[in-house]
Each structure stands twice: as structure tokens, then as C-alpha cells.
């Protein structure tokens, strides 16, 4: 009896032990896809922790570069503001001198006239001497250029202006340079919470993004020529300026 | 009344296209500073400034502040103030004009556009 019961615990053991080997050839292949896949993947970790490690060392390099070309677009900026400065120079000088020119052939008729008016008898000599002087024609070609040179004093009001466009794109270069430096705090950030095995807090950095608005650029800059914006500052202004603060506070929701 | 304008922009560029543009209509006298903290120093060591055109975006102190700051004051309450910026938003706008920004340009501008609005607030003060 006791021989059954044995024989029986021990056939026992054996139907367990062959449903474990039978579990362990159905589990071996996931084992097996499982170390494979780690394989796999801890050579991507390491590019991937690699990659990290590069750009964040980059990233100084090209915000100096940035700034970089900041300078150098102010700097080349400066100089063509200093040269319209000289043509707007040199032009007033042209605008004096047609002018004068002008009050002499003014003075030159008045003169002609009292010439005649005083010798009356100069047989056709009077009317040669005034064709052969041609004040009409010459007056005519400084009236010619003086609107030459208002077209030149325009255009070059015009390049003045497109010129803002350095202050414009100096401000959306400026916000690439936040964004990248905030990309920078990002990646040691992770780099670091990474190597503590903690979880990762980004709630500073977050905060850090949102404060633009006190910044010293604006991250909406844009070279627009349309009057868009500026006809809805007009409206805003214009409607704004007719009601009391607190009714404006009140209207925008302050 | 003879203007001297105050222009404040971090800019140099900037600062020397105001200028310029105030030249072209006809205004040479300007003292300029290059953030709002610097405006406040000159503006509190020149009686003679009567009219302010700032950035808003500078560094230290910005054009929002510099705005604010000078309204807080008797002596500068009602110192004209215009403001020329690259920020078009309405939020933007509402909250200069909270501020009492007499006037309102955003870049890039003419200088018919910064005449305008000189004679604007020139004819409501």
C-alpha cells in the first residue's frame, strides 16, 4: 500500500516536472526573442545615449554661430547706413546747388530784362544774345534733376527701411537660440536624470520656455509689409483711446 | 513747441532708422538709450526730453516696464509715449494700451506712418 502511495507521489512529481519542461520549451523561444531583442537594443541605447552626448556638445557651437551672424548682419547693416547717411549728405549738397543755380537764373532774367528794358534798340541783337544764353533749357534740366535726386532720396529712404529687417530677423534668430539653448537644458537634463535612474523632471524648463513674453526678443517677429497689423493696432488704439481704463480693462478681460 | 525725442531700442539699427526716419520729417533733436533702464537715467538727467519712442523687447528693464514705470509718476504722466515694436498681437496691443501707450506702431514702418502718429498724439495732448 505504501509502495502505491510512493509510486503514485512519484508519478506525481513526473507529470509536474514534464508539464514545467513542457512550459520551459514554450517559454525558451520567448527567453530566446527576449535576449535577442536586448541585443539589439543596447547597441541602440548607446548611439541613442552617444547621439545625446554629441549634439548636446554641438549645441554651444551653433548658438555662437548664430550670434555670429547676428553680429555680422548688424555690422554690414551699420555699413550701409552709413553709406545712405553720406549719399543723403552728398545729396542735400546737390539740392542746395540746383537751388542756387535756379535763384541764378532767376537773377540772370531779371538782369536780361532790365538789360533790355535799358537798350531797346539793339537790332535782334537782345533776342540772340538771350537764345544764345538758353536759361529755359538749362532751368529745364535742373528742374530734370532735381526730381532725379528726389527719386534717389526716395529710394534710398527705402533701403533704410527694408534695413529694419536686420532688427526683425537679429529677434527670430534670438528665439532660435532660446529654443536651442532650451533644447540644450533638456538633453542634460534627461542625460542626467538618466544616469540617477529617477524620474524626469522638466517642469523648470518648461516654466524657462514659457517666459518669452519679458524677453528681449519677440518670437512672433516678422518682416511683414503689409499693414495688417499696424490697421489693427489703429482699430484698437482708435477705440481704445475713447473709453475710460476701466471700461478698456474691462472689454479685454483684466 | 521745439520736440526732443527720447529713442529707446536695443537695436543700434534700429535707433539710427528712428532717427533717420525723424529727420526725414523734419525732427533732429534726440538723445538715445539703449534699454529702458537707461532711458529712466537720461529722462530723470534731461528736463528737456518731451517725447519718448521705445522698444517694447529690450534688455533689463523692457519697453512694457519703461511705459509703466514712467506712468507712475506725476512728473511723467502725461509724457507722450510711442511705442514701435515687432509685436502685432491684439494681446500685445491691449496690454500697451492698458500701459497708456499714447500711440502704437509695429514694424517694419514708413516715415509717413511715424509722422502720423506724432501728429496724432501731438494734437491730443
Given at each position: 500500500?505504501?509502495?502505491?502511495?510512493?509510486?503514485?507521489?512519484?508519478?506525481?512529481?513526473?507529470?509536474?516536472?514534464?508539464?514545467?519542461?513542457?512550459?520551459?520549451?514554450?517559454?525558451?523561444?520567448?527567453?530566446?526573442?527576449?535576449?535577442?531583442?536586448?541585443?539589439?537594443?543596447?547597441?541602440?541605447?548607446?548611439?541613442?545615449?552617444?547621439?545625446?552626448?554629441?549634439?548636446?556638445?554641438?549645441?554651444?557651437?551653433?548658438?555662437?554661430?548664430?550670434?555670429?551672424?547676428?553680429?555680422?548682419?548688424?555690422?554690414?547693416?551699420?555699413?550701409?547706413?552709413?553709406?545712405?547717411?553720406?549719399?543723403?549728405?552728398?545729396?542735400?549738397?546737390?539740392?542746395?546747388?540746383?537751388?542756387?543755380?535756379?535763384?541764378?537764373?532767376?537773377?540772370?532774367?531779371?538782369?536780361?530784362?532790365?538789360?533790355?528794358?535799358?537798350?531797346?534798340?539793339?537790332?535782334?541783337?537782345?533776342?540772340?544774345?538771350?537764345?544764345?544764353?538758353?536759361?529755359?533749357?538749362?532751368?529745364?534740366?535742373?528742374?530734370?534733376?532735381?526730381?532725379?535726386?528726389?527719386?534717389?532720396?526716395?529710394?534710398?529712404?527705402?533701403?533704410?527701411?527694408?534695413?529694419?529687417?536686420?532688427?526683425?530677423?537679429?529677434?527670430?534668430?534670438?528665439?532660435?537660440?532660446?529654443?536651442?539653448?532650451?533644447?540644450?537644458?533638456?538633453?542634460?537634463?534627461?542625460?542626467?536624470?538618466?544616469?540617477?535612474?529617477?524620474?524626469?523632471?522638466?517642469?523648470?524648463?518648461?516654466?524657462?520656455?514659457?517666459?518669452?513674453r519679458s524677453?528681449?526678443?519677440?518670437?512672433?517677429?516678422?518682416?511683414?509689409?503689409?499693414?495688417?497689423?499696424?490697421?489693427?493696432a489703429?482699430?484698437l488704439f482708435n477705440s481704445g483711446q475713447k473709453t475710460s481704463q476701466d471700461e478698456i480693462d474691462k472689454l479685454f478681460g483684466k | 513747441m521745439?520736440l526732443k525725442f527720447l529713442v529707446v531700442d536695443d537695436?543700434?539699427?534700429?535707433?539710427?532708422?528712428v532717427?533717420?526716419?525723424?529727420?526725414?520729417?523734419?525732427?533732429?533733436?534726440l538723445v538715445?538709450a539703449g534699454d529702458g533702464k537707461e532711458a529712466l537715467s537720461k529722462l530723470s538727467s534731461d528736463d528737456s526730453i518731451n517725447f519718448i519712442i521705445t522698444d517694447w523687447n529690450m534688455p533689463e528693464v523692457s519697453g512694457l516696464e519703461l511705459v509703466k514705470s514712467i506712468r507712475s509718476t506725476d512728473k511723467f504722466a502725461k509724457l507722450p509715449i510711442l511705442m514701435v515694436t515687432?509685436r502685432?498681437?491684439k494681446e500685445d496691443i491691449v496690454e500697451a494700451l492698458q500701459a497708456k501707450v499714447n500711440n502704437y506702431i509695429v514694424?517694419?514702418?514708413?516715415?509717413?506712418?511715424?509722422?502720423?502718429k506724432i501728429?496724432q498724439i501731438l494734437a491730443s495732448a
Amino acid at each position: 500500500m505504501d509502495n502505491n502511495s510512493n509510486m503514485d507521489q512519484v508519478f506525481e512529481k513526473l507529470g509536474e516536472l514534464k508539464s514545467f519542461f513542457i512550459f520551459g520549451q514554450k517559454v525558451v523561444p520567448v527567453i530566446q526573442s527576449i535576449i535577442d531583442f536586448m541585443r539589439d537594443v543596447v547597441p541602440l541605447m548607446e548611439y541613442v545615449n552617444n547621439s545625446i552626448q554629441d549634439s548636446a556638445s554641438k549645441i554651444p557651437k551653433a548658438a555662437s554661430q548664430i550670434n555670429s551672424v547676428t553680429n555680422a548682419t548688424e555690422m554690414a547693416t551699420s555699413e550701409i547706413l552709413d553709406i545712405v547717411d553720406s549719399m543723403a549728405m552728398d545729396l542735400s549738397k546737390i539740392k542746395n546747388e540746383l537751388g542756387d543755380l535756379k535763384n541764378g537764373f532767376f537773377n540772370q532774367r531779371v538782369a536780361l530784362e532790365s538789360f533790355g528794358n535799358q537798350h531797346p534798340n539793339l537790332n535782334g541783337q537782345f533776342e540772340a544774345l538771350q537764345s544764345g544764353l538758353s536759361i529755359d533749357d538749362l532751368e529745364t534740366k535742373v528742374v530734370a534733376l532735381e526730381e532725379i535726386v528726389k527719386k534717389i532720396e526716395n529710394d534710398s529712404n527705402n533701403i533704410t527701411l527694408s534695413l529694419q529687417v536686420q532688427d526683425i530677423t537679429s529677434q527670430q534668430l534670438a528665439s532660435v537660440n532660446h529654443l536651442i539653448h532650451s533644447v540644450q537644458m533638456r538633453l542634460s537634463k534627461l542625460m542626467n536624470d538618466l544616469s540617477k535612474k529617477g524620474p524626469v523632471d522638466m517642469s523648470d524648463i518648461e516654466a524657462e520656455d514659457e517666459n518669452t513674453r519679458s524677453a528681449t526678443f519677440n518670437p512672433d517677429a516678422r518682416y511683414e509689409k503689409n499693414s495688417n497689423k499696424q490697421d489693427l493696432a489703429n482699430e484698437l488704439f482708435n477705440s481704445g483711446q475713447k473709453t475710460s481704463q476701466d471700461e478698456i480693462d474691462k472689454l479685454f478681460g483684466k | 513747441m521745439a520736440l526732443k525725442f527720447l529713442v529707446v531700442d536695443d537695436s543700434v539699427t534700429m535707433r539710427r532708422i528712428v532717427a533717420n526716419s525723424l529727420k526725414a520729417i523734419g525732427y533732429e533733436t534726440l538723445v538715445e538709450a539703449g534699454d529702458g533702464k537707461e532711458a529712466l537715467s537720461k529722462l530723470s538727467s534731461d528736463d528737456s526730453i518731451n517725447f519718448i519712442i521705445t522698444d517694447w523687447n529690450m534688455p533689463e528693464v523692457s519697453g512694457l516696464e519703461l511705459v509703466k514705470s514712467i506712468r507712475s509718476t506725476d512728473k511723467f504722466a502725461k509724457l507722450p509715449i510711442l511705442m514701435v515694436t515687432t509685436r502685432g498681437l491684439k494681446e500685445d496691443i491691449v496690454e500697451a494700451l492698458q500701459a497708456k501707450v499714447n500711440n502704437y506702431i509695429v514694424k517694419p514702418f514708413t516715415p509717413q506712418i511715424l509722422r502720423e502718429k506724432i501728429d496724432q498724439i501731438l494734437a491730443s495732448a
